[in-house]
């Protein structure tokens, strides 16, 4: 009987400790938004760009009389809110496991005077567990420097600092200041990685040396260039996975975005109680 009892005791404590780990999570709602809270011109802080609304930047004076200004806009997506699953692999993930996030679309307009120089966008992500069910998980706000150069309209000047479509002006050009990384938290003593990356538009890329001397970046800087006389946008989209996932393209990590670099977010479920 006293061995029975201590069989018992023993296997009330293995329940009691496989309880305390709590189950991975398979479901997760992804709600993630983006607004522009600074940004300067050529002329000084806010000198000459409009800020309309949080998500619109615009600029200069067209150089054509049936032109338009240059703008930069956020892309939140619609709906604000995706339920993704866990991606549990490597490789890129599915459909399925990837929840749009914050794209940029750039109007690339011939323009003369004022123009934007730099932009900071501030990224705003909220994690839900839904299978099994669990609270908000609001991540720290993120903020994204962005350099701009706005290129020659004409290439009389002399050569593009940015590989531009042959007879067309020079590209304009995106420097990500502080690039972008794939993030982990922990959560219910399981860890996860947050991972945001490029899923369609503009090519994100290391830049020349002489595209990034004219965005007064050092040499090996991040970012993508912009077609004249063109809108271009930039989706992103955001992964919740077991593992650090590899993406292909050299430094293609993330953004906008979506907008996770630098969490160190550590999380616990709370007690229902």
Not at 39 to 49: H, K, L, P, R
Not at 87 to 101: D, K
Not at 122 to 135: D, R, S
Request: charge should be neutral; charged fraction near 5%.
């Amino acid at each position: 009987m006293k061995h029975l009892t201590k069989t018992l005791l023993a296997a009330g404590a293995l329940a009691v400790s496989a309880l305390s780990h709590a189950a991975p999570v398979i479901n997760w709602d992804v709600t993630a938004s983006g607004t522009w809270t600074a940004f300067t011109s050529s002329a000084g802080t806010g000198a000459g760009v409009q800020n309309p609304n949080p998500l619109t930047l615009i600029w200069g004076t067209p150089a054509t009389p049936f032109g338009g200004q240059s703008s930069l806009v956020i892309n939140n997506p619609v709906p604000a809110t995706t339920n993704i699953l866990t991606w549990y692999g490597g490789g890129t993930p599915p459909a399925g496991y990837i929840a749009p996030s914050i794209a940029l679309t750039h109007s690339n307009n011939p323009i003369t005077g004022r123009t934007l120089t730099s932009a900071v966008l501030t990224a705003a992500v909220t994690l839900k567990p839904t299978n099994p069910v669990g609270p908000n998980l609001p991540l720290p706000n993120i903020n994204y420097a962005i350099r701009f150069t706005e290129t020659p309209n004409s290439t009389a000047t002399g050569p593009c600092a940015a590989t531009s479509p042959p007879g067309n002006p020079c590209n304009d050009i995106f420097v990500l200041v502080d690039g972008f990384l794939n993030e982990s938290f922990v959560y219910d003593g399981q860890t996860y990685f947050v991972n945001a990356f490029p899923t369609s538009g503009g090519n994100l890329s290391t830049l020349s040396n002489t595209a990034c001397a004219a965005a007064g970046a050092p040499n090996g800087c991040f970012g993508f260039t912009t077609v004249e006389g063109q809108s271009t946008r930039l989706a992103f989209g955001l992964t919740i996975s077991s593992e650090r996932l590899q993406v292909p393209e050299p430094g293609s990590l993330a953004l906008i975005g979506l907008a996770l670099a630098g969490l160190g977010f550590v999380a616990r479920r709370r007690s229902a109680a």
